[in-house]
């Protein structure tokens, strides 16, 4: 974790609120790699990390996959883009060759956490951030390509540490379709979490006259109703500390939590969300991505 964001005012007054502490470490704490040699895996502290290909090879043109595969110590966690009350993101900064380029994390999604009156999204035991990889067809069969990550990532339970590894993988080029890799399963799984659209599926918000409150009405087909989550992609105009309250209602879903002081000005025309249904339907999505039109005030 780099010092800037740590030194972050607003962030770090959160971080003390949800984890009860009195101070943070200034500095990550880094997985040591053997001198002169690049590692796939590393466990610096309480998350084991191994950065995986979903392929053994790569062929020139074919996008693939990779992923930073992250094992937490029990009853800790990391955070999803979105941290919720309290809380940072991972971040991701590759080492590319010549060649190849890559896309920005796939979130799955993500978990509630609450910690005292906050509740943080993010995830626990062993789960996978996936990310998309362009090869360019320039490439040549026969050929290895080098692909390195410097993560970090923010991991709490009572208490939270900065934590950070350095990985690299090499893959061969060749001409053929790739076979699938050794992790290639849990690739599948992950893909399995992020949200879709799904075919009826809308929102719409309205800030209340009286009061703070937002009420949100989501349109869902039967089968995703019922109890769940709703994660917002940005949640600064919500209000921290107050627990949503969510109903079925024929239709659809109904979720109702509070503003803060300045909501209405910072709460966009359009929010981008994700309802986690408790019970997802055997055969359709396990989270279903959301827009939400905010409308008019209601009485």
Same mark, same amino acid.
Request: glycine letters at 8%.
């Given at each position: 974790?780099?010092?800037?964001?740590?030194?972050?005012?607003?962030?770090?007054?959160?971080?003390?609120?949800?984890?009860?502490?009195?101070?943070?470490?200034?500095?990550?704490?880094?997985?040591?790699?053997?001198?002169?040699?690049?590692?796939?895996?590393?466990?610096?502290?309480?998350?084991?990390?191994?950065?995986?290909?979903?392929?053994?090879?790569?062929?020139?043109?074919?996008?693939?996959?990779?992923?930073?595969?992250?094992?937490?110590?029990?009853?800790?966690?990391?955070?999803?883009?979105?941290?919720?009350?309290?809380?940072?993101?991972?971040?991701?900064?590759?080492?590319?060759?010549?060649?190849?380029?890559?896309?920005?994390?796939?979130?799955?999604?993500?978990?509630?956490?609450?910690?005292?009156?906050?509740?943080?999204?993010?995830?626990?035991?062993?789960?996978?951030?996936?990310?998309?990889?362009?090869?360019?067809?320039?490439?040549?069969?026969?050929?290895?390509?080098?692909?390195?990550?410097?993560?970090?990532?923010?991991?709490?339970?009572?208490?939270?540490?900065?934590? +950070?590894?350095?990985?690299?993988?090499?893959?061969? /080029?060749?001409?053929?379709? *790739? %076979?699938? #890799? =050794?992790? @290639?399963? &849990?690739?599948?799984?992950?893909?399995?979490?992020?949200?879709?659209?799904?075919?009826?599926?809308?929102?719409?918000?309205?800030?209340?006259?009286?009061?703070?409150?937002?009420?949100?009405?989501?349109?869902?087909?039967?089968?995703?109703?019922?109890?769940?989550?709703?994660?917002?992609?940005?949640?600064?105009?919500?209000?921290?500390?107050?627990?949503?309250?969510?109903?079925?209602?024929?239709?659809?879903?109904?979720?109702?939590?509070?503003?803060?002081?300045?909501?209405?000005?910072? +709460?966009?025309?359009?929010?981008?969300?994700?309802? /986690?249904?408790?019970?997802? *339907? %055997?055969? #359709? =999505?396990? @989270?279903? &991505?959301?827009?939400?039109?905010?409308?008019?005030?209601?009485?």
């Amino acid at each position: 974790m780099s010092a800037d964001r740590l030194t972050d005012a607003t962030r770090r007054r959160m971080l003390l609120a949800a984890c009860g502490l009195a101070a943070l470490p200034s500095t990550a704490v880094w997985a040591q790699s053997p001198a002169g040699k690049s590692v796939s895996r590393a466990k610096p502290g309480h998350v084991a990390v191994e950065l995986m290909a979903e392929v053994a090879s790569v062929q020139p043109g074919r996008p693939f996959w990779l992923g930073l595969s992250m094992l937490h110590d029990e009853k800790w966690h990391t955070y999803w883009k979105n941290p919720g009350d309290a809380g940072i993101p991972p971040t991701f900064a590759w080492t590319l060759p010549a060649g190849l380029r890559v896309g920005e994390i796939e979130w799955p999604h993500p978990y509630r956490y609450p910690v005292g009156r906050l509740a943080s999204y993010g995830y626990e035991g062993l789960h996978l951030l996936p990310v998309l990889a362009f090869p360019d067809r320039s490439l040549k069969p026969g050929t290895d390509l080098t692909i390195k990550l410097s993560a970090d990532w923010l991991v709490c339970k009572e208490s939270c540490i900065p934590e +950070a590894a350095e990985l690299s993988i090499s893959l061969p /080029v060749r001409s053929e379709a *790739p %076979a699938p #890799g =050794p992790a @290639a399963a &849990r690739f599948a799984d992950a893909r399995s979490r992020l949200p879709r659209p799904v075919d009826g599926a809308s929102g719409e918000a309205r800030f209340e006259v009286a009061g703070r409150g937002i009420d949100v009405v989501l349109k869902l087909p039967q089968a995703l109703t019922g109890a769940g989550e709703l994660f917002f992609d940005r949640e600064d105009f919500i209000e921290p500390g107050v627990t949503p309250q969510v109903s079925a209602q024929a239709g659809g879903v109904r979720w109702r939590s509070q503003t803060t002081s300045n909501g209405r000005r910072l +709460a966009p025309q359009s929010l981008r969300a994700v309802w /986690v249904p408790e019970r997802p *339907p %055997a055969a #359709g =999505p396990r @989270a279903v &991505r959301l827009e939400i039109r905010l409308l008019a005030q209601s009485g």
